[in-house]
């Protein structure tokens, strides 16, 4: 009998009804600063009422998942992701501490088709992490969607590629956010991801990564091309802060 399928009219009807799945994550810092006062929020409420905000009104896609600082594999972290898909092979995504009101942008993530992966020169892969596991695992999830739209979801994440810099390491406790950015990777395998971590997310949520994992058994999982999660071989590349200027190479 043929799987049923969770199509695209079903997929926004039940958008319009589910929980956004959210303000359950508090932030990991306060920064520092006074309370906003009757101007500034008035300006706020002003602001909100006339100005277009385009770029974020595309934001439509929210997924939850864990990273850990290149060449750093004990500095992990929860993040959440804030989705736009631009195209068929490519996802932009504003990466946060949380999920209410206080959260902290800490970085950025930017998604690729396999496609796309692949014409990617050697030394740039490097600084690009899979999903395969990521999405086999259970440990990536899309919180407040049902079991069968997240599921045709993850179908089209497993072979892609992302490359993330966060800006802000709030997982160390930084009022502000101080230092180099930095170059963020995703886990491969079983016994990488700090068990307690994936226990508090999943406790907040109402999930099981060992039943996302289960659900997600018929995804074929893709090989990895060559040259992604370059740190499994020694090849880390990470940011730091100098005081000389290089300008980018441009690619023709």
């Known amino acids: 009998m043929e799987k049923n399928r969770f199509t695209p009219l079903l997929f926004l009807t039940f958008l319009s009804l589910a929980s956004c799945g959210g303000n359950n994550t508090d932030s990991n810092v306060t920064a520092p600063g006074a309370e ?3 101007k500034s929020k008035a300006l706020e409420i002003g602001a909100d009422l006339l100005q277009q905000k385009t770029p974020l009104s ?3 896609m929210y997924l939850d998942g864990f990273h850990f600082y290149n060449g ?12 736009t898909q631009v195209n068929e092979d490519l996802h932009q995504a504003l990466m946060y501490d ?14 690729i088709s396999e496609r ?12 690009w992490h899979s999903h395969s596991y990521e999405v086999k695992s259970g440990e990536l999830i899309a919180p ?16 892609t590629y992302g490359k993330i810099i966060h800006t802000w390491h709030t997982d160390r406790d930084l009022e502000l956010p101080f230092g180099s950015p930095m170059i963020m990777m995703g886990f491969t395998k079983d016994g990488q991801l700090k068990k ?13 990564m060992m039943e996302k994992r289960k659900q997600r058994a018929d995804i074929p999982m893709p090989e990895v091309v ?8 020694g090849e880390v590349r990470q940011l730091q802060i100098t005081n000389k200027y290089e300008a980018p190479e441009h690619q023709h």
Not at 72 to 83: D, I, K, P, R, T
Not at 226 to 233: H, L, S, V
Request: glycine share 8%.
């Open 36 to 38: 906003k006062n009757p």
């Open 58 to 60: 595309k934001v439509n």
């Open 72 to 83: 750093n594999l004990q500095g992990q972290m929860e993040a959440h992701h804030y989705v």
């Open 98 to 111: 949380g999920n209410g009101t206080d959260a902290k942008l800490m970085g950025v993530e930017y998604i």
């Open 116 to 127: 796309l992966f692949k014409k990617l020169p050697m030394e740039e892969r490097k600084l």
């Open 144 to 159: 407040g969607i049902p079991d069968a739209a997240e599921h045709e979801l993850m179908e089209k994440l497993v072979s």
């Open 196 to 208: 307690e971590l994936v226990a508090d997310r999943d406790n907040r949520f109402g999930v099981s």
């Open 226 to 233: 060559e040259g992604a999660n370059a740190w499994e071989k």
